[in-house]
């Protein structure tokens, strides 16, 4: 696959691969777009993705489209250190300089990594933040996980956040189980940035939002993106999110990377029929 | 029983316990002087008196006392409180040793709710009985992910609860089992005491044991280990205080009160330590 390698990626996927059961040369060759399915039909082994590479640098958003099934959760899981590849390797350039390899790390390093490292945001805001807890609570957990221990210095830093993400500060004491679907993702957002990350993964960000609501909080995290200068994931099934957000993107199937290029230019002219279909089915 | 040697060396059969069962509850505690503050989960034993009235501690006192031992029994400060009698009789028919409600006389004193006033020296242990060990319970309730967050030191859920309490009330409202670091790594629940006797278990020069029969737990303050209150920088860790309250026996303010409500009306407050309370009489007597 032709890469369009950025300067100093902030996020690199190399080979990336995982399976569920056996594999063998025969179980790689017999699934993927070619055969049709991700399932391989004598061993049964699910390839859930396989040969998967990009490079993301920091300020720039990719990316990842693909129908239910498709292995773009496997990609993103794999990223945030929830499941261990059956191969490959994912680096990430941490703040200070220093490269965590993701895909050797221990459980405990990758908690630490995702407090201040990488952030997710998850399409369900209920699994990124805790209900029963005020908006400014949810912040000060990433903040006291990283070391804050000075009460007023997390209120101005949780005020800061939320003012930031267009969370009106008479809410921050609220639990965030009181917000609407728009506000409980602006506050995701601003958990997410707490500690500054380098590279964050937004897993359908705005799907289950209405359409008015959900343009506001898009054109939220695209200025997000540019002003802190993040590595960021954008997977979704939406070519509208896909569109605004990110600057390349690879369209995946069956598990495989069937297409990779400049988002404008891959949504104007697609090459694989798979994603013609998909674009076709979305400007339809 | 004074020392770590001691716990090693002398084993013996009582009437409640086996020597068996003595040994393995020796086995948590030496571990738990070990890794301080660390739970140690042990075989809780069926003692005479029903779980959640003491028998993790009784089962640490058990472990420990001979005929040559003192021990003192308290409940809420009070020797003299029907749970502390009935321990303290069980535990001295069942091994031998002599009673006392002097602090300084004792090798063992055994509590609930409270570290005596008095100030204890190197070379006595404190057993506390514990109801609930597990200091992050109120925020998280799956036990796997419990031991995760004590193995990594991944306290943050319990900061949030700390900074919700502040932010909704003002103030930090837990009273009781306040969550104090123990030397630099793990959460303890100070449980049952109130936040007032917290400061005393800072480098205190005396073994500290916490019993939890119901959860089968044992931890330990080894003499000379700090214990920090969990709290923010710029919010200092308060005690219990009411203005004007003094107690109305010995006149004292700087010992931990409990109010009584008057026929009246109002309230008046005493001493929860008796003993102390007790001596502190004696001692203006005789001025």
């Known amino acids: 696959m032709t890469n369009i390698t950025p300067v100093a990626p902030t996020l690199a996927v190399v080979g990336l691969g995982h399976a569920y059961g056996g594999i063998d040369d025969t179980t790689i060759a017999e699934t993927g777009p070619a055969a049709g399915t991700s399932k391989h039909a004598r061993t049964g082994t699910v390839v859930a993705a396989w040969d998967v590479s990009f490079d993301v640098a920091g300020g720039e958003a990719l990316g990842v489209i693909g129908e239910s099934g498709s292995g773009k959760s496997t990609v993103m899981k794999s990223i945030a250190g929830d499941i261990m590849p059956t191969t490959g390797r994912v680096t990430l350039q941490r703040g200070d300089g220093t490269t965590a390899v993701i895909t050797e790390m221990s459980p405990a390093e990758i908690r630490a990594l995702r407090v201040n490292d990488l952030s997710i945001v998850h399409q369900n805001p209920a699994d990124g933040l805790d209900l029963r807890i005020t908006a400014g609570g949810n912040i000060a957990d990433r903040l006291t996980a990283a070391g804050w ?75 997000l993106l540019d002003e802190f ?32 290029g400049l988002t404008d230019q891959l949504l104007e002219d697609p090459a694989h029929p798979y994603s013609q279909r998909l674009v076709g089915a979305a400007r339809a | 029983m004074s020392t770590v040697r001691d716990l090693v060396a002398t084993r013996r059969d009582n009437a409640v316990m086996d020597a068996g069962a003595v040994r393995a509850i020796r086995r948590a505690i030496l571990t738990a002087i070990a890794v301080p503050g660390y739970q140690v989960p042990f075989g809780s034993r069926e003692m005479p008196v029903a779980r959640g009235w003491g028998s993790g501690g009784l089962q640490v006192t058990m472990a420990l006392v001979g005929s040559a031992d003192v021990v003192k029994v308290i409940d809420q400060g009070d020797d003299e409180g029907v749970n502390a009698v009935n321990l303290r009789r069980l535990i001295l028919r069942a091994s031998g040793a002599t009673e006392t409600d002097d ?174 309370c007790r001596a502190r009489r004696h001692q203006r007597g005789a001025q």
């Open chain 1, 229 to 260: 200068g993040l590595a960021a994931v954008v997977v979704s099934h939406d070519f509208s999110v896909i569109e605004m957000l990110t600057q390349r993107c690879v369209v995946m199937q069956h598990g495989r990377v069937v297409e990779h």
């Open chain 1, 149 to 223: 221990r000075n009460f007023a210095a997390i209120r101005e830093r949780a005020a800061e956040l939320l003012t930031r993400t267009e969370v009106p500060l008479d809410r921050m004491d609220d639990p965030v189980g009181s917000f609407s679907g728009g506000m409980r993702q602006r506050v995701q957002l601003a958990k997410a940035l707490a500690n500054t990350p380098s590279v964050v993964l937004l897993d359908e960000p705005t799907t289950g939002l209405d359409a008015s609501i959900a343009a506001g909080v898009l054109d939220l995290i695209r200025g």
């Open chain 2, 103 to 276: 602090v300084s006389e004792s090798t063992i004193v055994q509590t609930r709710h409270r570290i005596p006033e008095a100030g204890m020296v190197d070379g006595q242990i404190l057993v506390l009985q514990v109801p609930e060990p597990e200091p992050l319970r109120g925020v998280e309730r799956d036990t796997r992910e419990l031991e995760r967050m004590h193995a990594e030191a991944d306290y943050a859920k319990m900061w949030v609860s700390l900074y919700e309490d502040r932010v909704r009330n003002g103030m930090i409202t837990r009273t009781t089992g306040y969550p104090c670091v123990v030397a630099g790594r793990y959460v303890i629940s100070t449980t049952p005491i109130p936040r007032w006797d917290v400061p005393a278990l800072h480098r205190a020069p005396y073994l500290a044991l916490f019993g939890a029969g119901r959860a089968k737990r044992i931890y330990a303050i080894p003499p000379d280990t700090t214990v920090e209150p969990m709290t923010f920088e710029d919010v200092p860790f308060e005690v219990e205080f009411t203005p004007g309250a003094r107690c109305r026996h010995c006149g004292s303010d700087d010992s931990y009160l409990v109010s009584t409500p008057r026929e009246e009306g109002g309230e008046t407050w005493a001493c929860s330590d008796t003993s102390w």
